[in-house]
């Protein structure tokens, strides 16, 4: 029995989205974790990535908390099964890494047992389990990520699924720096406690720029998109979760022709997007490797 999740990508309003502010994200479905569900004389995770993971795996980890979750809200036991895990997402870098395999983990299981729970419930499941990578998390990566759709998430608000936009196409690039969420998120709230009326502004200045976006996507004006990444890079860089490699690659991306760019998630490494005419994106893609991006994908988002 093998499940999947895929992978997710913001494209505007990263960290401000903890503070109550809107942002936008997609999902990424050809990359995605995987987790199968085989016999075995007790009920185990392995990893592909990371064979050090079985022995990790206390009661207090966030999986072995979510499978116990999930038996508990399905009246089940925990089966006799050996849970393998085998992801293309890289971890630390932006792609909410730690929801897919929770949700590949979750499906698996639910398959498994021959239990199903509704989307909703199972967002619940995955968020809380995010809570002990992140600390604070928004909720945005749990959402994208379950549901899997582009959404304008905003925290406390109904998921609005953006069912209708023109698809354009990405070119996402990992600096090869792992970099936990967690830190750059505690980080920018000490920033925030610090000079809350500077950081507030900014926060309003990101909102103003994922409203633009989003009408800009629907318009398929590519332009303003791509100034509204550009302008949203500036800003992350004013709340410190910027870094001298994600810089260079986000100028790197603009100078070989990209009509924006900016680094996408918690920051300080990870991955960076780069919005491309389709025709540019191989070029954009090869000049970034050039420059010492160590993982690229081209993508085309659609609703
Ligand atoms: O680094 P990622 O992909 O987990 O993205 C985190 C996004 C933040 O806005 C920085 C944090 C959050 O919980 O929304």
């Known amino acids: 029995m093998k499940a999947s999740a895929c992978s997710k990508i913001i494209l505007l309003g990263e960290h401000a989205v903890v503070y109550g502010v809107p942002a936008i994200a997609v999902p990424l479905s050809t990359v995605r974790a995987y987790v199968e569900a085989t016999p075995a004389d007790a009920f185990t995770i392995t990893a592909d990535t990371d064979p050090s993971w079985r022995l990790a795996l206390t009661d207090e980890h966030p999986f072995i908390q979510l499978v116990q979750r999930i038996a508990e809200q399905t009246q089940t036991v925990l089966p006799a099964v050996r849970m393998h895990i085998q992801s293309q997402v890289p971890i630390a870098s932006g792609l909410g890494s730690g929801a897919a395999i929770a949700t590949a983990l979750a499906r698996a299981l639910l398959a498994h047992t021959g239990q199903a729970l509704p989307l909703e419930k199972l967002n619940a499941l995955i968020y ?20 899997e759709k582009p959404v304008f998430f905003q ?9 209708a936009f023109e698809p354009f196409t990405l070119v996402i690039a990992n600096t090869g720096i792992a970099a936990p969420t967690r830190e750059a998120v ?13 950081i507030s502004k900014v926060f309003e200045h990101i909102q103003q720029l994922v409203l633009n976006g989003l009408d800009a996507m629907t318009r398929g004006d590519w332009q303003v998109l791509g100034d509204a990444f550009d302008a949203n890079h500036r800003l992350l ?9 994600l810089d260079a690659l986000v100028n790197e991306a603009r100078a070989a022709g990209a009509l924006g760019a900016k680094l996408s998630g918690g920051g300080r490494g990870g991955n960076l997007i780069a919005l491309v005419e389709p025709a540019q994106a191989a070029h954009v893609e090869d000049r970034l490797l050039h420059a010492g ?11």
Do not use: F, M
């Open 128 to 147: 809380e389990s995010e809570t002990y990578y992140h600390g604070t998390p928004s909720g945005i990566d749990n959402t994208v990520i379950v549901y």
């Open 155 to 163: 925290r406390s608000q109904p998921i609005q699924v953006l069912d």
């Open 186 to 198: 505690a980080d920018v709230r000490r920033l925030y406690e610090r000079d809350p009326k500077r």
């Open 237 to 245: 860089q004013d709340l410190t979760v910027s870094c001298p490699e």
């Open 293 to 303: 991006a160590v993982w690229t994908k081209i993508v085309e988002v659609k609703p």
